[in-house]
């Protein structure tokens, strides 16, 4: 069955420091990747997604993730982060199926000044 | 449109107990899913279905009944409420199963607590 594994639970970083929050996942045929932003008593949003192409992925807000196949990562990063970006974040793969996104267990990633 | 609601926000049930969680998108979306949310375990499917009619279980169905009679709908059943079910519940949607289409929506979550 596929997994995916989050290193880190928690990230405690300071404002406008870098910040790299660790994904990885079981190998697969195909691979579907995405990271997903939950901030304080809200749902999930879509950050960002590997579906195809090149292998580095941006989203509006400044992240970054890199799909590398060979070390069977993802991981996410920001150059400089903001204290509106304490959030948990988790990774997700699809399953082989198509039928659901597979979890990892979270980074609660904590921006302080 | 509204994207994906549910309700109620907030539940305390008593051991025992049954109830429905309301899930509704106005996207229409074929593919619907529940999520529950504990801590330090992520999210674990707990059913899904792939368009009205037709659903499956997903990794931690127990104790949890689903249907899917309408595209827009998908309530998610607990018949017999145990404090095990304590957690956060997510519905999500997505307008198809195909990766190609994929961005799936959260709902805002219900927070139940059996006691």
């Known amino acids: 069955a596929q997994s995916v594994t989050q290193l880190d639970s928690q990230v405690p970083v300071f404002e406008e420091a870098p910040v790299e929050l660790r994904c990885n996942y079981s190998?697969?045929?195909?691979?579907?990747l995405f990271w997903y932003v939950q901030y304080p008593n809200q749902g999930l949003q879509l950050l960002l997604k590997?579906?195809?192409?090149?292998?580095l992925v941006e989203s509006i807000n400044g992240f970054e993730a890199e799909f590398n196949k060979s070390q069977t990562s993802f991981h996410l990063r920001k150059p400089s982060v903001h204290i509106s970006d304490t959030a948990e974040y988790f990774c997700?793969?699809?399953?082989?199926?198509?039928?659901?996104?597979?979890f990892g267990k979270g980074t609660t990633l904590s921006v302080s000044s | 449109n509204a994207g994906v609601t549910q309700t109620p926000k907030f539940q305390v049930l008593k051991t025992g107990q049954s109830m429905t969680l309301q899930c509704a998108q106005d996207?229409?979306?074929?593919?619907m899913s529940w999520y529950r949310q504990d801590p330090g375990m992520g999210l674990r499917l707990i059913h899904y279905?792939?368009?009205?009619?037709?659903?499956d279980q997903g990794e931690v169905p127990n104790g949890y009944n689903v249907s899917r009679s309408t595209t827009e709908d998908f309530p998610l059943r607990l018949l017999s409420a145990a404090p095990s079910q304590t957690s956060v519940y997510f519905c999500?949607?997505?307008?198809?199963?195909?990766?190609?289409?994929?961005?799936?929506?959260f709902g805002p979550g219900t927070r139940l607590t059996v006691t």
């Open positions: 999500a949607s997505r307008l198809q199963a195909r990766p190609s289409s994929y961005e799936q929506y």
């Open positions: 190998s697969s045929v195909s691979v579907y």
């Open positions: 997700a793969v699809l399953s082989q199926a198509g039928t659901a996104l597979i």
């Open positions: 996207m229409n979306h074929e593919y």
């Open positions: 590997y579906l195809s192409g090149s292998t």
């Open positions: 279905s792939v368009g009205a009619g037709i659903t």
